[in-house]
Structures are given as structure tokens and as C-alpha cells.
């Protein structure tokens, strides 16, 4: 079975704002600008997403209702995941191990080094590193998501790497 997974990092955030906590830190207003154009540019291929999984600090959230919004993906799909806050890759290997086999298309919402660390450990050739509103589209044959990985790799797609 096809398997689709779009790995997205949060868009650019700022850290003007001292008093605010790591997890708490806001979008800049390039943030919002480049994640609706992303989603605008991106809408056809990830219009079918089943689910989005996001982590729990404020600019993943804020990243995955701008571009649900824009790519007119119901916010009911999005789901927030505690552990991908801190997460490394192991820990977001199991996260997308554990995705139901019925779902076919998910987004990450997530942070680096953990995306970038996953993403190189599955592409025939690895990216540097995916930039704030970076974002991969991985897709898979696999008869369930614990069974992704370099080897069921099927096509990709990088060119919505942009540098920051």
C-alpha cells in the first residue's frame, strides 16, 4: 500500500520575546508568510492528508493551523503528539510506527535536528538541513507505517527546501 509522509518544520519563529518559555515562542511575521505560501503552492499534493501530527510548542501548532487552513485540510486532523517536543529520531520513528495501517497520508510537524536526523536517515542523498517551513514529501510502498524506511522508499520530493 501506498504510504504518504510530509515532514514539515515549524515555521520561522521569533526570540524577541524574553519573558516567553522555548515552547511558547511565536511565529514571526515571515513565519506566517512563508507557511500559507507553502501550503498554497503544496495544496494539490497534500489536500488528501489523513492526519497531521504536531508537536506541542506553540509554533508547530501555529505552523500546522496556517497550513491546514490554507491547503483546506479540516483542523479536525490535526492532533497534538507531547512527545514530539523533545523527541529524537527513535522517538519519532515510533511515533510514525504506531500510525494506524488504515491512514495512507500523514504530516510531522515537528523541530531539528530531530527532522532533519530522520529525513537523511530515509533519502538516498541527505538534505544539509530543512530550514524553518521546510518541508519533505516521502512516499512509501508498505504494507503499514512500521514498515517505512529507506528501503520501501518508493519517490520523494526536497524542492520545497527553501534557505531561511
Not at 507553502?38 to 488528501?48: F, H, I, W, Y
Not at 501548532?61 to 507531547?82: C, D, K, R, W, Y
Amino acid at each position: 500500500m501506498r504510504r504518504e509522509l510530509f515532514i514539515l518544520r515549524h515555521a520561522k519563529s521569533s526570540w524577541s520575546e524574553v519573558d516567553k518559555s522555548d515552547k511558547d515562542r511565536a511565529l514571526k511575521p515571515k513565519g506566517i508568510k512563508d507557511i500559507t505560501n507553502l501550503a498554497k503552492e503544496t495544496r494539490e499534493t497534500t489536500q488528501n492528508i489523513d492526519t497531521i501530527i504536531c508537536s506541542p510548542a506553540n509554533r508547530a501548532i501555529h505552523t500546522a493551523v496556517l497550513f491546514a487552513e490554507e491547503a483546506g485540510i479540516p483542523l479536525s486532523a490535526i492532533s497534538i503528539n507531547e512527545k514530539l517536543y523533545e523527541a529524537d529520531e527513535t522517538v519519532l520513528s515510533q511515533i510514525i510506527a504506531d500510525i494506524p495501517s488504515t491512514t495512507q497520508s500523514v504530516m510531522i510537524v515537528g523541530h531539528n535536528p530531530t527532522l532533519s536526523y530522520y529525513v537523511n536517515s530515509i533519502l538516498p542523498e541527505p538534505i544539509f538541513e530543512l530550514p524553518t517551513s521546510g518541508f519533505v514529501c516521502l512516499y512509501f510502498d508498505a504494507p503499514s507505517w512500521d514498515d517505512i524506511g529507506k528501503s520501501t522508499l518508493k519517490d520523494f520530493n526536497t524542492s520545497y527546501i527553501l534557505s531561511e
